[in-house]
């Protein structure tokens, strides 16, 4: 694999930071978790296992071991640096005057390891008047101007799918990557820095930059794309489905579809992606009365066949029993868990190589599972380790 032979600390909390530990664990590396005694806050969320252990998990933690350290106490110090010494990369999503508060800033550890790679995630940055400030996905989606497009005048809607931090956690697993071209190249280490907010203003990138050069001034539309028609969910009899038609060669064979190709295709309101998408209620009233009295299954064949990109919209049940899913072999059984009654169906590393195979090896770690193994291997001895827990430290 990729990254075997490499070591990553892991420090992150919640999603930004452990998932983009988890990606790089997929590729092979050794990742430890290193967390509090009980376990962190991110290991509890929408609870799947009879102790309370939940789904964020089992997406963040697969592949890693379990190390538990009182990072706040003193005493910590001496582990943390044997543990830096040995690492290859630190993955830590905490603001600046924390990092240097627990040690974990890029000075402190690179006088540890000269070559480390420090990954961090904020919300908003280390410099500005936000600085300091935590955050959480939502709060990214709010202040990049998404909430307000995705719903309607007077009520902004923010997506479900937290797909700032998921997004922020690539964006640095990137990062990483290119750090560590860079220090094969040079044998130096870096910081790699990346932001919630920052993430969200690249995925919202081509409204901001229409916003800045035209002034133009959108509302929300909700699932209607504003640029485009008909791109915009519609109800079928048994359920509903989301069409994107996008340039003319696709508006040509919709209009075909609906009988009535030349009242569409030589009309100049609907002559190009914007003007249809400015003069889309027709359109989509159009479409809709197609669909009305389809079932979903008949109005998707009828799409399909006219070559016209269009989709279910799927209750979270639905999407794991879909066969392209299972086909592709997108989720991974993940059981054995204590506490776990069914196996968890895992999203895997959703990149394939051809030559370099990655993803989910083995299933999270309980809380502390494995702080003997890696104490051990730093060279702590068994009487140093028991005091260390009697002390509260591990």
Request: proline share 6%; net charge neutral; hydrophobic share 40%.
């Amino acid at each position: 694999m990729l990254l075997n032979g490499m070591r990553v600390l892991d420090f992150g909390r919640y999603v930004a930071g452990p998932y983009c530990a988890t990606l790089l664990g997929y590729l092979g590396a050794d990742v430890i978790r290193i967390e509090r005694r009980g376990g962190g806050e991110d290991r509890f969320i929408a609870p799947v296992t009879a102790t309370g252990e939940g789904a964020v998990l089992f997406q963040t933690a697969c592949n890693k071991r379990s190390l538990t350290l009182e990072l706040g106490k003193p005493e910590a110090t001496g582990i943390l640096r044997r543990l830096v010494a040995t690492a290859d990369v630190v993955v830590a999503n905490l603001p600046p005057a924390s990092l240097a508060s627990l040690g974990l800033d890029y000075a402190t550890l690179s006088s540890i390891r000269p070559d480390i790679i420090l990954a961090t995630q904020t919300a908003f940055g280390d410099t500005g008047p936000y600085r300091d400030r935590g955050g959480f996905d939502g709060i990214g989606q709010a202040m990049s101007g998404s909430m307000y497009i995705t719903g309607v005048p007077g009520a902004p809607a923010k997506a479900a799918a937290p797909y700032v931090d998921y997004t922020t956690a690539v964006l640095a697993a990137f990062g990483v990557l290119a750090a560590i071209l860079h220090r094969n190249q040079t044998g130096e280490g870096q910081e790699v820095k990346t932001s919630l907010l920052g993430t969200a203003l690249a995925v919202f990138g081509s409204h901001l930059i229409e916003q800045g050069v035209t002034g133009i001034g959108r509302v929300g539309t909700g699932n209607r794309v504003q640029t485009s028609s008909p791109s915009d969910v519609f109800a079928t009899s048994d359920g509903h489905i989301l069409t994107h038609v996008v340039g003319n060669g696709l508006f040509k064979r919709w209009a075909r579809l609906m009988g009535d190709e030349e009242r569409w295709t030589l009309d100049p309101l609907y002559a190009t992606d914007q003007s249809r998408g400015d003069n889309s209620a027709p359109i989509l009233a159009r479409m809709q009365a197609w669909c009305t009295g389809k079932t979903t299954s008949e109005a998707l064949a009828e799409l399909q066949k006219a070559g016209i990109p269009a989709g279910p919209v799927y209750r979270p049940q639905q999407a794991l029993e879909d066969p392209q899913v299972k086909a592709m072999h997108w989720l991974h059984s993940v059981s054995g868990y204590p506490g776990l009654a069914a196996a968890a169906p895992v999203p895997d590393l959703p990149v394939q190589f051809s030559r370099s195979p990655g993803g989910i090896r083995s299933g999270p770690p309980q809380v502390g599972e494995h702080t003997d193994a890696v104490l051990t291997s730093l060279g702590y001895t068994p009487a140093e380790i028991a005091s260390f827990r009697a002390g509260g430290l591990i």
